[in-house]
């Protein structure tokens, strides 16, 4: 059963820096397409980056282009999110999410979830 733990949440004011951290165990993490997403109050979830079993490949939302990086290091089981450049309208609950069979994919059974890390950016 695949476990996926976020760290690395916290409250910032906006242009400030941050980066999350998501621990996949459990199972293999190169085996794993992986994705951020956020939940900011009262709106749906959204997908804001993802990456390829190997990292080759990513892609991004247009609201965090050129400001957040997705990366992972497959030695480590350990998917990144640098989030530069941070706004109030980046708070949300940011949640990693595994998936064996697709990069990217926005809603699926087979997706597993972490429990979500907070991040808060005041004005």
């Known amino acids: 059963q695949v476990q996926l733990r976020e760290s690395g949440g916290g409250l910032v004011q906006a242009g400030d820096s941050l980066r999350l951290s998501c621990v996949l165990s459990g199972r293999t993490f190169s085996s794993y397409a992986m994705s951020w997403f956020r939940q900011a109050p009262g709106k749906e979830r959204e997908l804001i980056a993802a990456?390829?079993?190997?990292?080759?490949?990513?892609t991004y939302a247009d609201s965090v282009k050129g400001r957040f990086t997705i990366s992972r290091d497959n030695a480590k089981n350990t998917l990144y999110l640098q989030m530069n450049s941070l706004r109030p309208e980046d708070t949300a609950v940011y949640y990693c999410?595994?998936?064996?069979?697709?990069?990217?994919?926005?809603?699926?059974?087979?997706?597993?979830w972490g429990q979500g890390t907070q991040v808060t950016v005041s004005s």
């Open positions: 990456i390829s079993w190997s990292g080759k490949d990513t």
């Open positions: 999410a595994a998936d064996r069979h697709q990069m990217g994919r926005q809603s699926a059974p087979a997706i597993s």
